[in-house]
């Protein structure tokens, strides 16, 4: 049994935790961007650990619902608390059910509060061998330095745009759409997998290399484009909402709320992710103003030529800046439609 049969990318994280199964470390942390395939590799990694050969135990990893692997969510939108840590603690000193160890899986870690954090940090620094901690986070700066450095770093990038289409084509996407879906995607398999399947992919491509175009003078038009921003995400996130909505309804009244937060939060993820994508191909844009005025090759090959001279170099090196900027500015939570008013309106000033 291959463990990691059908994840996109990231040869090189797979081969390093294939040889790892056989004699684990103790406590993994991954980290990485959003949707670049952490939790998706960290499940396929518990599942190895817990089931060797057995592929019904595997499929009972994968599902979440194998005696021997605990799931820590976030309580509520909060956080996970101390008290969550305090349980984990005490199950750390149990004998597992089926397998030769426990997996715990914070599949959010980055949502661990500090107490939790310092409440889980002896178990880690005194850990049994009947126990395995894997902790998934954007970067280690979401863990105190204290729980970050006693864990084994795994390091997950963002994958090459020619892999994600292969991967997509693998799984039966068209390749036309396949190469369009990860000239989006911008690397993250996780919202590939999530846009394949629609239809307007090359849409939202085409709306934000437009946008240079678009730029007016009036305070009011840059709020205008802002909210053509927000909506034109709106259908690439239809197929992840449905497929939500199954999840809610295959469960009826017995869903749990912990259910519906984790959906939230998966949604916003998602969204977070396309804005990031559609402020990436912008930069791309400007990126290519200064790229064609001085003779060297363009990444977006479909753009008219006019468009590439319609402001100088300069300007257009301080454009990418500010676009990339603003990618800052919602990873920090500014609300988008604040963070991309402001955008278009500084950049309307430099063109």
């Known amino acids: 049994m291959r463990p990691f049969e059908g994840v996109i990318g990231h040869r090189g994280v797979i081969d390093l935790l294939t040889r790892e199964i056989t004699e684990p470390a103790q406590s993994y942390l991954f980290t990485g961007p959003s949707n670049v395939g952490k939790s998706t590799i960290a499940r396929r990694f518990s599942a190895a650990l817990l089931c060797g050969e057995d592929e ?87 863990l105190p330095d204290t729980v970050a450095s006693r864990c084994r770093t795994v390091v997950l990038g963002r994958v090459s745009e020619k892999d994600v289409a292969d991967g997509l084509v693998e799984m039966g996407i068209e390749r036309r759409r396949a190469d369009e879906t990860a000239r ?15 239809a307007k992919v090359a849409d939202y491509r085409r709306f934000w290399l437009t946008i240079p175009m678009r730029l007016g003078e009036h305070p009011g038009d840059a709020f205008l484009l802002a909210d053509e921003a927000i909506t034109s995400a709106e259908p690439l996130l239809a197929a ?19 259910l519906k937060d984790r959906q939230a939060r998966e949604l916003k993820r998602a969204t977070d992710a396309l804005y990031a994508t559609g402020l990436e191909i912008l930069a791309s844009f400007y990126r290519d103003v200064a790229a064609a005025q001085f003779g060297a090759p363009v990444r977006n090959t479909d753009v008219p030529v006019a468009a590439l001279s319609s402001v100088t170099p300069r300007h257009a090196v301080a454009g990418a800046d500010r676009v990339l900027t603003a990618v800052g500015a919602l990873a920090a939570n500014q609300r988008p439609k604040l963070a991309l008013a402001n955008l278009f309106a500084d950049l309307a000033g430099h063109a």
């Not at 939500?244 to 869903?255: N, T, Y």
Request: glycine share 8%; with cysteine; proline share 5%.
């Open 56 to 142: 019904e135990c595997f499929r009972r990893v994968i599902s979440g619902v194998h005696p021997d692997l605990v799931l820590i969510e976030p309580e509520g939108s909060a956080s996970i608390t101390v008290d969550q840590a305090r349980r984990v603690v005490s199950q750390a000193t149990l004998s597992p059910f089926e397998s030769d160890r426990k997996v715990f899986l914070f599949e959010e870690g980055g949502m661990m509060n500090d107490e939790a954090a310092n409440a889980l940090l002896k178990t880690l620094e005194e850990p049994t061998r009947a126990a395995a901690f894997i902790i998934v986070t954007e970067t280690e700066n979401d």
């Open 184 to 198: 989006i995607a911008g690397g993250r398999p996780g919202l590939a997998l999530a846009l394949a399947t629609e």
């Open 240 to 258: 992840l909402k449905e497929r939500q909505q199954d999840e809610r309804e295959a469960l009826g009244d017995g869903a749990p709320k912990t």
